[in-house]
């Protein structure tokens, strides 16, 4: 959470590359935001509550040129989200901004309060500026009193660190929140993530933890905790600066809904052949699948429904036991597993701190773990064993879409590898298998096309506060992904439930009252099942939505209820049809409501504290 940036370069550019890296990077926080530039004599803070274009208005009245510059968007941890909290903060000629939390940041305080520390703000990020004013004697170098002043801090950390004293320098530190950086001609850029900097460069240094980097107008040096310099060399990063724009969407995420079956394209290119009947991933050939006598999946929020859905692809195609556990719960239980178990880590932003906190424990326990993400180099895809990336491209709305269903299909792939390397399928079936991979993005193309008439339908149900989603099978979790997808972006009330548990107490909510969203796509055993869930609401005097591939279900509909036509498609594919009505629906209603879609209250898109 939280996003940095830094740059130093030209001082008529350096506002305008830190208001344009902060915009990229709201998605990490967008409560408050700040920049501090500096030059020689003379340093400026700007801090505001609120979203970033507050901030903006505040520096248009200033005309402030620098040549060095840092700034902060802000997903509040310790302290309100008020203007005094926001960052950067000071001490001394000393300001930084920071990403991460300080954990002994309370004892810490409480001595240098002792010492005649004055503190004005409530964040734990304060206790650092203090900490590195007091190293900062004459003849100190800033990288010098940063280093000593972070000695005693404990928690994780991305930080960005200038001086009045040193106006060409930033330093830069992290301990397990990530920090990129890059150069082109006589300028040099700092931020936490890729999006921010892409604009200027696509060869990134990715900073490991423990690193800190000294940046000036003329160089780049990296530097480990004991002072000895070290390399980190720069990767390509292939996204387009284009990518990460709204392409005239009114909303990332409409955009996000909409680029699906390019990204499934792009994920599953290379990775199968049409002639062969077989799946590849080069980055597992050195993971041995048959030593794996179980598999146990590890999620947040999306990707842990994308994580469910793994479940009964794993284990319907491949025959291997496979668990899913929240991250965040994993890792505080007695579990069990060992050597033998797979730990598949799935995260969009691969910086998830449950997710990859509870990798690293699994790991330690002997686990073998996969990360399966969509951002290069992220903790996740550093910390796993093996790495498997989706190729979502950046995802920037706050919902999470083409994110779920680029998880799903490389699982889905996954599976298919595995079963074919433990020789659990014949090759028709594999070929079956792999035909429903092929044909599933226009069928994702169909399904977009239902964007306007959900539209409408979203004017019906837009009022209504609370909803029910029910699906069954592989289809359960795409009820729980819909009701999510409705109460982050439209704080509408909305549960998930597996259709056959309705009567074991849910149905007792059901009225007029109520609408309730039925994902039955036609689909053998389950079908018939959901048909009588149907019959259960409807003599209850529930409204139904259902989204069905079954065009004959319109004859079983009362006057108030509604009908969503899919495509037909593969059962063990289907989430990948039926969310995205899910999607379009949560999208038009909040859109409705005016709700802030792409940055919803409370939420941030990369959620690094545990
Ligand atoms: O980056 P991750 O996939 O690890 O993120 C996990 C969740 O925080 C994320 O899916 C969240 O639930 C989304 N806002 C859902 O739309």
């Not at 709204?246 to 994920?267: F, S, V």
């Not at 599933?440 to 096309?449: C, I």
Request: hydrophobic share 40%; charged share 25%.
């Amino acid at each position: 959470m939280c996003g940095i940036v830094g740059y130093i370069g030209n001082p008529e550019r350096t506002i305008g590359v830190l208001l344009n890296g902060l915009k990229s990077l709201e998605y990490r926080g967008y409560d408050s935001a700040g920049i501090c530039v500096v030059s020689e004599g003379e340093r400026n803070t700007v801090r505001s509550e609120g979203k970033l274009e507050n901030l903006k208005i505040k520096i248009e009245d200033k005309q402030i040129t620098a040549p060095t510059g840092i700034g902060h968007t802000r997903w509040a941890t310790h302290g309100k989200p008020t203007e005094n909290n926001a960052h950067p903060h000071s001490c001394g000629p000393v300001s930084i901004v920071h990403n991460g939390i300080i954990e002994n940041y309370s004892d810490l305080k409480e001595e240098l309060s002792a010492r005649g520390h004055e503190f004005y703000s409530d964040t734990d990020t304060e206790v650092l500026a203090h900490l590195i004013e007091e190293q900062y004697e004459d003849g100190v170098l800033l990288e010098e009193a940063v280093l000593k002043g972070f000695e005693r801090v404990e928690g994780s950390y991305a930080v960005a660190v200038l001086s009045e004293n040193e106006p060409d320098k930033i330093v830069a530190l992290r301990k397990f929140s990530p920090l990129v950086i890059a150069e082109s001609e006589n300028e040099k850029f700092i931020a936490s993530d890729v999006p921010a900097i892409l604009p200027y460069s696509k060869n990134i240094i990715f900073l490991e933890d423990g690193d800190i980097a000294v940046i000036t107008s003329g160089s780049i040096k990296i530097y480990n905790y004991s002072g000895q310099e070290i390399k980190r060399d720069k990767k390509l990063i292939n996204w387009d600066p284009v990518m990460i724009e709204k392409a005239g969407y009114r909303h990332y995420m409409l955009k996000e809904i909409h680029e699906q079956p390019r990204a499934i394209l792009d994920t599953i290119r290379g990775r199968f052949s049409e002639s062969e009947f077989t799946v590849e991933f080069e980055e597992l050939l050195k993971f041995n699948s048959k030593d794996i006598s179980k598999i146990l999946i590890l999620g947040c929020g999306t990707s842990y429904h994308a994580s469910l859905i793994g479940k009964y692809l794993i284990e319907s195609i491949a025959g291997i036991s496979t668990e899913v556990d929240l991250s965040s719960e994993f890792r505080y239980r007695d579990n069990v597993i060992d050597d033998k178990t797979l730990i598949l880590s799935i995260s969009q932003s691969g910086e998830t701190a449950d997710t990859s906190e509870a990798l690293i424990a699994a790991k330690e326990q002997g686990a073998v773990t996969i990360g399966l993400t969509n951002v290069e180099m992220s903790k996740i895809a550093r910390e796993a064993d093996f790495t498997v990336y989706t190729k979502a491209g950046p995802e920037i709305g706050v919902a999470s879409t083409k994110a779920f269903t680029t998880q799903i299909i490389t699982i889905y792939m996954m599976a298919v590898y595995l079963a074919i390397k433990r020789k659990k399928i014949d090759k028709d079936l594999s070929k079956d298998l792999i035909r429903s991979l092929i044909s599933l993005p226009k069928l994702m193309q169909v399904a977009l096309e239902l964007d306007s008439s959900i539209k409408v339908l979203a004017k019906e149900f837009h009022t209504y506060k609370n909803f029910i989603y029910l699906g069954r099978g592989i289809n359960y979790p795409v009820a729980l992904e819909g009701s999510l997808k409705l109460k982050e972006i439209s704080y509408i009330h909305a549960e998930g439930y597996a259709a056959g548990e309705m009567k074991h107490g849910p149905i007792a909510l059901i009225d007029e009252n109520m609408p309730v969203v039925l994902i039955a796509p036609k689909h053998g055993n389950y079908f018939q099942k959901i048909m009588g869930n149907f019959q259960e609401i409807k003599a209850r005097g529930g409204r139904i939505i259902v989204v069905t591939s079954d065009s004959s279900f319109q004859n079983q509909l009362g006057k108030d209820d509604r009908i969503i036509l899919i495509p037909e498609c593969s059962e063990l594919l289907s989430p990948l049809v039926t969310v995205i009505p899910l999607q379009f629906l949560a999208y038009h209603i909040a859109n409705l409501l005016g709700t802030d879609i792409d940055q919803p209250r409370n939420l941030a898109k990369v959620v690094t504290v545990e």
